[in-house]
């Protein structure tokens, strides 16, 4: 049986590198060096297009749990990567041209594996899409054409996520302004000199250089909370942080109000609302910190903005990849709303396990739920409606009900289950 994998990036190669495992032929279609997106520079599979860092191997991290589910797994990814790593700490990372070698060595090695250099701008069935967040425009229109315009996403400008334990409620509250719904959100008020402080470390901080093709169209669909402080010193009061509607403001009134949106994944996580920002990651953490609710918070995710093609995953997709409507097209990667080099190969993994049991007419099945795996994919098919991509984090695991007073025993506990989940899966599976 022949599977198409249109894309030759972590995901596609991941899900290729399954399917050959387990006997299929793959025909993978990339389109560098014909086409190349503005970010890829060579015409070689599986290009890191920035840091050469496939972060944590920690086990106390979401990123170094997915590499040891991963390595459960038999992943190419992490195999090619551990062969090419090159000295990081408590990181790994890779020398990316080895990277890409072994990649291909283990692909090529296989008699089935065909490699096609191709744009393509159709979809068809029996395939996955894995062409990742800088899908090429031909492409898009065709994706749209089957999902609709409201399902594709072509940037994303996300606000940070911090862990609910990590806000000081002494100096928060909870309401909802003019009393409009329950009252789910918490408030964080600032005084004046408060506010003065924190304008100035915002519009002062270091930001991320975009590239030329994400700072033409971004700006325009989504200001940064940096950029509206720089139109004047009270934008902001005028705008995100308006301190009105909130009666019960037990702080007295507030010059600034930072509110935080409960996130609607399962377990403690707050969004903040409005943030959306180009900060680099240690001036987010240094400048959101200036907020007096958020003095100790600890980030979930970043904020971020930049050219990112996804797909509104929880309307139209199943956990096991698939269109909810045509079954036997699926996606994988970043398409999807996962975020990462690593996050892309695991759901190219979920996805190869799953197109491989379509094709052999088997029950699709869902990876466990308590994996960081599984949590992924229960993210980006669990109804949302502000749904943004996200990376491996300790966030999206659903509480368990227990108080722990050591976070390190709790994450010991996460991290116990779902080994033991993804070997049973595995034995279970033979995948
Ligand atoms: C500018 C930028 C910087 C990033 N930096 C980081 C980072 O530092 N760390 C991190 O973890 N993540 C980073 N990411 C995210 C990272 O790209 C993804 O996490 C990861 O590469 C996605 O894997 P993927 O397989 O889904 O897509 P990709 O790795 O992008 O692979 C998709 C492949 O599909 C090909 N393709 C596209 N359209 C077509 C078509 N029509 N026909 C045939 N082939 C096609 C592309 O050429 C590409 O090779 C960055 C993303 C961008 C855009």
Redesign the pocket.
């Known amino acids: 049986m022949k599977i198409k994998i249109?894309?030759?990036?972590?995901?596609?190669c991941e899900a290729a590198f399954y399917l050959l495992k387990k006997g299929f032929h793959v025909d993978l279609?990339?389109?560098?060096p014909q086409v190349y997106?503005p970010?890829?520079k060579t015409s070689r599979l599986c290009?890191l297009?920035?840091?050469n860092s496939l972060k944590s191997i920690s086990l106390h991290t979401g990123q170094g749990l997915l590499k040891e589910e991963m390595r459960l797994l038999d992943s190419l990814v992490l195999t090619a990567a551990e062969k090419s790593k090159v000295p990081a700490g408590e990181s790994l990372c890779v020398d990316r041209e080895l990277f890409q070698e072994n990649i291909e060595k283990i692909l090529f090695s296989f008699p089935k594996f065909n490699l096609i250099h191709q744009?393509?701008?159709d979809v068809s069935e029996n395939s996955i899409i894995?062409?990742?967040?800088?899908?090429?425009s031909?492409?898009s229109k065709a994706i749209i054409s089957i999902t609709g315009k409201d399902y594709f996403h072509f940037y994303d400008a996300i606000s940070p996520i911090i862990t609910g334990e990590s806000i000081n409620m002494e100096k928060a509250f909870w309401g909802t302004r003019y009393e409009k719904g329950s009252p789910d959100f918490i408030n964080c008020p600032l005084s004046k000199e408060e506010y003065i402080r924190f304008y100035n470390e915002l519009v002062n901080a270091e930001t991320v250089i975009l590239?030329e093709f994400e700072k033409r169209e971004l700006f325009n669909s989504c200001m940064p909370i940096e950029e509206i402080a720089r139109t004047g010193i009270d934008s902001m009061r005028f705008g995100p942080l308006r301190p009105v509607g909130l009666k019960n403001d037990v702080f007295g009134k507030s010059y600034a109000i930072v509110q935080l949106r409960r996130e609607k994944i399962e377990g403690e996580a707050y969004n903040i609302v409005g943030f959306q920002t180009n900060l680099k990651y240690p001036e987010q953490n240094r400048v959101f910190q200036t907020i007096p609710a958020l003095e100790k918070c600890e980030f979930i995710r970043y904020g971020a903005m930049?050219?990112?093609c996804y797909l509104d995953s929880p309307q139209i997709l199943s956990s096991y990849g698939n269109l909810l409507k045509i079954p036997s097209i699926f996606f994988a990667?970043?398409?999807i709303g996962v975020?990462?080099?690593m996050e892309?190969a695991a759901s190219g993994i979920v996805v190869g396990i799953n197109i491989a049991r379509f094709m052999r007419n088997q029950d699709l099945i869902e990876f466990p739920k308590n994996t960081i795996i599984g949590s992924l994919m229960r993210y980006i098919s669990q109804e949302n409606n502000n749904f943004q991509p996200m990376n491996a984090n300790f966030g999206l695991f659903p509480s368990d009900g227990i108080k722990y007073k050591d976070k390190n025993l709790k994450k010991d506990t996460i991290v116990m289950n779902a080994l033991k989940s993804v070997r049973e899966y595995v034995k279970l599976l033979e995948v």
Do not use: D, F, W
């Open positions: 249109v894309g030759g990036g972590l995901a596609g279609y990339e389109m560098r997106s970010a890829h290009e297009v920035c840091s744009e393509i701008t894995a062409t990742g967040p800088l899908t090429s031909e492409l590239k930049h050219k990112n990667g970043q398409i975020e990462g080099y892309s």
